[in-house]
């Protein structure tokens, strides 16, 4: 079993940053793809970021590339994303969720069969 928990959202204002985590708990080294999501009220949920945990694959949404980067610390079993630049569209609960290597690579939230419960982030102008 795998459980996910979000932490780092935050109130910025367009240009900052943060850095949102996601702790897994359960052996996911080698075995899952952390993608991160989001969404907006009243938008449907929106794929951000994706990586193979353990090891260096990862792929970004148009929409961030450049200004994220989703990261790993295996020792801490922990996925991160940092995200810069932040503007008022990226304004969202975020959410980690988790995918076996087993299966297809997807973008599809209804895909991911392990889900944290979100952080917030909201960007202001």
């Known amino acids: 079993q795998v459980q996910l928990v979000e932490s780092g959202g935050g109130s910025v204002q367009a240009g900052g940053s943060l850095r949102l985590s996601c702790a897994a708990s359960g052996d996911i080294y080698g075995r899952y793809r952390i993608s991160w999501f989001r969404q907006a009220p009243g938008k449907e949920r929106e794929w951000v970021a994706l990586?193979?945990?353990?090891?260096?694959?990862?792929a970004y949404a148009d929409s961030v590339k450049g200004r994220f980067t989703i990261s790993q610390d295996n020792a801490k079993n922990t996925v991160y994303l940092q995200m810069n630049s932040l503007k008022p569209e990226d304004t969202a609960m975020y959410y980690c969720?988790?995918?076996?290597?087993?299966?297809?690579?997807?973008?599809?939230?209804?895909?991911?069969?392990?889900w944290g419960q979100g952080t917030q982030v909201t960007v202001s102008s």
């Open positions: 969720a988790a995918r076996s290597t087993y299966t297809t690579v997807s973008r599809d939230p209804k895909d991911y069969t392990y």
């Open positions: 990586i193979y945990v353990g090891g260096i694959s990862t």
